[in-house]
Structures are given as structure tokens and as C-alpha cells.
């Protein structure tokens, strides 16, 4: 079936280090892929999205390319600030199934 | 401005009690969905509806009841049957099946549940 794989946390950082939370994925066929964030008792907010492969989505200096050949989407973004902390989640939707399939979320705690 | 509300932010409720759990959207979204979030872990699919008087379970349905009368509300029921019903609830509403597939979903801002 349908799996997220998500590298586990925390990952603990100073502000303006380079991020990379990794996600690898279990599809059949060509899924679409999304990052959401979670800030600290809020729901959940789309921080950027790939629909086919070689494509990159990016945000808020947050950037993911989707890699077919490694079934990867990993996030990165070049200096995290303090705000940057919070839970991130790899999703994946594959037609034929009509629900979002979630990583377990990745914390990650940025210092001064 | 268009969104999701849940509502209320914090719920307590006695052993034995049933609880409701509010869900509106003002985006026009013919699906919506329900997801529980326990501490450190990832979101699991309580239930989710694509179209008006239509729902289906999730992976976690036992101990929940849910209504679709109106495609803007998607109430949530956690029933005296639900045996660790503490956790963080949100709804989710999206545009699928109209969104080419991508099924990109909207987010509230949660529910926390605390049973005393």
C-alpha cells in the first residue's frame, strides 16, 4: 500500500543552518506530494506542493523537488530561523484513493 | 475571507459522555474530512465525506459518528465508546475530486479533547 517515511526527530538547529528533513515515499502510479507545517497547538498549513516528477515546489525559502527515481520529496531550506520551528509533515495523494496519506511529522526546534 | 473553523478550541468532558465537535467551511469544497493527532504522532483518518449525506470511515472510525446535512458543516461525534477519545482533532475540507487529482486539503485549527 500507500506509505510516507519521514526521518525522525527532533531535529535541533541554530538559526540561519542549512535544513534538510527527508520524506520518501511507497506509490503506485504518480502521486502528488505536499509539506505541510505545523506550528504549536495550530492545525495544519500547505507549506508547498509537487504534482509530477522533476517538479519543485517552494515557499517561505522552503523548497522540495520531486525525485521519481529515488521516490524522495525532501525539504530544505538554506538559513532557518527561530520561527521556522515547528512539526513537518510529507503527504502524498495517489488517484484511486481519496484521502492524503501523512508522514508521522518531523519536529524541529531552531535556536538563537 | 474563506477558511475552516472548529469549534471549541479546548473540550472537556466526563467519562460517558458523549461530545460534539464542530466543523465549518466557506470554501465551497465538496469533501471534508476528519483526522485525530495524539502526541508525537501523525494524523489518522477518523472519517471523511465527498459529497452532501454521503460519509465513509477512515482507519479509526470506532467510537465516532458523523452527519453531512449541509456541504458546509461536517460535525464530529466522539460517543461514550471511544475508550481514549484525549487527543487534538482536526477537519479538513478539499476540493476533490474537481482538483485534477492533486486532492490538496485545508486545514482547521484543531479541537483539543480532554477527557476527565
Known amino acids: 500500500g500507500n506509505s510516507v517515511t519521514q526521518m525522525e526527530g527532533p531535529v535541533t538547529l541554530s538559526e540561519e543552518a542549512f535544513l534538510t528533513i527527508n520524506c520518501t515515499y511507497t506509490?503506485?502510479?504518480?502521486?502528488?506530494l505536499f509539506w505541510y507545517v505545523q506550528y504549536p497547538g495550530e492545525g495544519l498549513q500547505l507549506l508547498l506542493k509537487a504534482t509530477k516528477a522533476d517538479d519543485k515546489g517552494s515557499n517561505k525559502g522552503f523548497e522540495a523537488t520531486y525525485r521519481k527515481e529515488t521516490t524522495s520529496f525532501h525539504l530544505e531550506k538554506g538559513s532557518v530561523q527561530v520561527s521556522d520551528s515547528a512539526v513537518y509533515f510529507c503527504?502524498?495523494?495517489?488517484?484511486?484513493?481519496?484521502?492524503?496519506?501523512f508522514g508521522a511529522g518531523t519536529r524541529l526546534a531552531v535556536h538563537p | 475571507d474563506g477558511g475552516i473553523t472548529q469549534s471549541p478550541k479546548y473540550l472537556f468532558r466526563k467519562e460517558g459522555q458523549n461530545v460534539t465537535l464542530s466543523c465549518e467551511q466557506n470554501?465551497?469544497?465538496?469533501?471534508m474530512y476528519w483526522y485525530r493527532q495524539d502526541p508525537g504522532q501523525g494524523l489518522r483518518l477518523i472519517y471523511y465525506?465527498?459529497?452532501?449525506?454521503?460519509?465513509q470511515k477512515g482507519d479509526i472510525a470506532e467510537g465516532y459518528s458523523v452527519s453531512r446535512e449541509k456541504k458546509e458543516s461536517f460535525p464530529l461525534t466522539v460517543t461514550s465508546a471511544q475508550k481514549n477519545p484525549t487527543a487534538f482533532y482536526l477537519c479538513?475540507?478539499?476540493?476533490?475530486?474537481?482538483?485534477?487529482?492533486?486532492?490538496?486539503?485545508?486545514f482547521g485549527p484543531g479541537t483539543r479533547l480532554t477527557v476527565l
Open positions: 506509490a503506485t502510479g504518480y502521486p502528488s
Open positions: 503527504a502524498l495523494y495517489s488517484g484511486g484513493y481519496n484521502k492524503l496519506i
Open positions: 479538513a475540507s478539499s476540493d476533490w475530486p474537481t482538483s485534477g487529482g492533486r486532492n490538496e486539503q485545508f
Open positions: 465525506s465527498q459529497i452532501v449525506n454521503d460519509f
Open positions: 470554501l465551497n469544497h465538496d469533501a
